[in-house]
Every structure is written in structure tokens, then in C-alpha cells.
């Protein structure tokens, strides 16, 4: 399900408080190296009915921010809120209006991502690098030059929830590697299979057509 058709304009809908940070030219800061692992909380129940969206806005950032990613996960709550809430312009959700809208995008090929850095307005988007950021902290020990990992072949232009749930998921210890997590597993690993790795990822999470 896509929202083409739902922001007609660059009227601003609200001040986006997390995950946006700038650097000096103006660009969103990545957010490849961002730890997860201390970030285990007791989860909460999932949100499955418009009734269990909180009519006032909640107090905290942290919390708007969860409820805007449970509205994007659930295709029911995404069409409610499409249909009841997005042309209501005074509703506290429509402050995550970008982030809910860019998580409904299809998955795209690798030249439509790449093109999208350049993008001027990138509301709900982060920029990620296929082969991680925090492998240019180690470039001397993999043998990356720096020009690879911020090179226009590395550099792309996904959702901002996507990013997250990617970020989140080469933190995470798997089976699969191991038992280690991805990021883990990939020291030592040549470009290639840091590059594989990321477009794995990438299709995974629904950013890149298989």
C-alpha cells in the first residue's frame, strides 16, 4: 500500500524531534553506527485497533515515536489513519506524517535509491551507506578507503523506520551467523561480503526489490 497523492504540498506538519540531526552541510546525519544493545526495554504490547490510539498526545517523544512506527507496521492502522487522521491537520500523529508516508514505499531498484540521495526533501528518509559507516572507523584494519564508504556507490536514500529496524538488525545476535550479530560476523570480512550483506539487508526489510 503506497500513500502517492497524500502530501501535495511542503507545508511542514510538524517538527520532527528524533533520529533528524544535521551536520554542517546541511545533510541528515546516518545513523549506520547507532548502538542498539543497551536499548532493551520491556516491551509493550502491539497497537491492533484505531482504539487503542491515544486521542491526546503523549508526553514523550520516545512514545509518539512508538506509536507512529506501530500505525506504519499494521496495514489496518496505516489505511485508518490515511482515511481518518492525515487530512485532520491537528492530530499530535500527524507529526510522524513523513516517517508513516515513507514506510509505505515499495521497494525500489538500486539506481532509483541511489538517485534519491540527492534529494532535496528528504522528510521521513535517512541517508544509509550499504557497507556500514562504522566500518570507516576501521578502514585501516579492513583495507576500505574512505572515498568507498562515502561514495556515491555506497550511499542511499531509504525510509526512516526501515533504516532503523536495518540498524537494529546487524546489532542483533543471529543463528544464522553463528550467534553473533551480522556486524560482528562481518570483521575481518572483505568489501564484497560487507557489500552482499548489505543488500541483503536492504531486501529484507523491504528497501530493495529482490
Known sequence: MTF???VTNDEEIGEIEEFIEFDESGQFEDFDATDFSNAKRRPLPPIDDPSQLPSLRPETTQEINRIAREV???PYLSLYYVATIAESGGHWLNEKRAEI???QDPPKSIAE???AVSRTDKRGYDRHHIVEQSAAETAEKYGFPENWINGPDNLVLIPRYKHEKITAWYNTQNKEFGGVSPRKYLQGKDWREHRAMG???MREFGVLKP
Open 101 to 103: 508516508k515513507a514506510d
Open 72 to 74: 506504519s507496521r499494521n
Open 113 to 115: 535509491l541511489h538517485d
Open 4 to 6: 502517492d497523492g497524500l
Open 199 to 201: 543488500l541483503r539487508a
